[in-house]
């Protein structure tokens, strides 16, 4: 029998001589109902050779499956000279690649990074920061306010508001998350990320911040000289106010942020004496940086999850 097994090459013949074997009228099958007018001597004999019968069984089937799958390889042929299937590879969000590169040169220039909650109460979204009463950022069609009397966080500079109230100065920080405001366009958008700087120190200057912005676009954009525009503005939480431009691609101007030297006003609202410390502030959403980086036409395109345009667009 063990001859014979080793002699059969394929499966078919295998399973035919198995159930002659092992069947319910199978030679084996007959001879182990038989068992029990066996001595023990033939019972051990008859489990020992019954033990090895279904061992070779199994041990040549698993030779025959081998040899079909070797077979079938050999008759396969690989030609180099095909191109692969291309790669479809994840990779990270535009608006994330910007945010990582942004915080990561902010922290290199000593800046610690900092969050708050999205939901603001009115003083640190508002008041904190010498916003009067009858100014337009808190009127309902700017901003979103909740039946609970507080509001989506309009600006990231309530971060700063959080950062000073817990950690005094000198303080030189960046505050980074989403906001969110009325608007919906192709350049603004109704929720938008927005990284807020401040530095409080002694002898802080505007020179300073703008030092710092220089160095800040330079290294973002990758451009050895950066020329730079100041126009005077008005925020309520600095004072002097500026907004920054910079001469991009054809000579054209783009608006980039907003920044200024901290009014004396939100120093004092946090517990910090105006003669004995200055500071400057800067704020910019980076999803307009991303914008002008990647060369994006829309700011909506960042935001509508197409994974076509993802990859068409090289990301």
């Known amino acids: 029998m063990q001859d014979k097994i080793k002699n059969i090459n394929t499966l078919e013949e295998l399973q035919v001589l198995y159930t002659e074997t092992y069947g319910k009228n199978g030679t084996m099958t007959a001879r182990l109902k038989e068992m029990k007018n066996l001595d023990n001597d033939a019972r051990a004999a008859l489990n020992t050779e019954n033990a090895a019968l279904r061992e070779l069984f199994k041990t040549r089937q698993t030779e025959i499956e081998n040899a079909v799958l070797m077979a079938g390889l050999q008759k396969q042929r690989l030609d180099t000279s095909l191109n692969p299937e291309p790669e479809n590879r994840g990779t990270l969000h535009p608006l994330t690649q910007s945010l990582s590169e942004i915080s990561e040169i902010l922290e ?60 005094g100065v000198p303080i030189k920080m960046f505050g980074i998350g ?62 002097p106010s500026i907004e920054v431009d910079m001469k991009w691609k054809n000579d054209k101007w783009l608006e980039l942020m907003g ?28 999803d307009r940086l991303a914008m002008l980086k990647y060369n994006l036409p829309d700011l909506r395109d960042l935001y509508n999850n197409d994974v076509r345009w993802l990859k068409s667009a090289g990301f």
């Open 108 to 167: 290199s220039f000593g800046y610690k990074r900092y969050t708050g909650p999205e939901i603001e109460d009115d003083w640190h979204n508002f008041t904190a920061l010498n916003t009067p009463m009858h100014h337009p950022a808190r009127d309902m069609q700017d901003s979103f306010f909740l039946e609970n009397g507080k509001v989506l966080r309009t600006q990231t500079s309530a971060i700063q508001i959080r950062a000073m109230e817990s950690d």
């Open 178 to 239: 989403s906001t969110y405001r009325k608007e919906w366009d192709a350049t603004h958008g109704p929720m938008f990320g927005q990284i807020e700087g401040l530095y409080i120190d002694k002898n802080i200057t505007m020179s300073s911040l703008l030092a710092d912005i220089r160095a800040f676009l330079s290294r973002f954009f990758g451009l050895e000289d950066v020329e730079l525009r100041i126009r005077p503005s008005y925020f309520p939480f600095t004072d």
């Open 259 to 286: 920044a200024g030297m901290v009014h004396p006003n939100v120093l004092r609202n946090c517990g910090i004496n105006p003669d004995e410390y200055q500071g400057f502030a800067f704020g910019f959403g980076w």
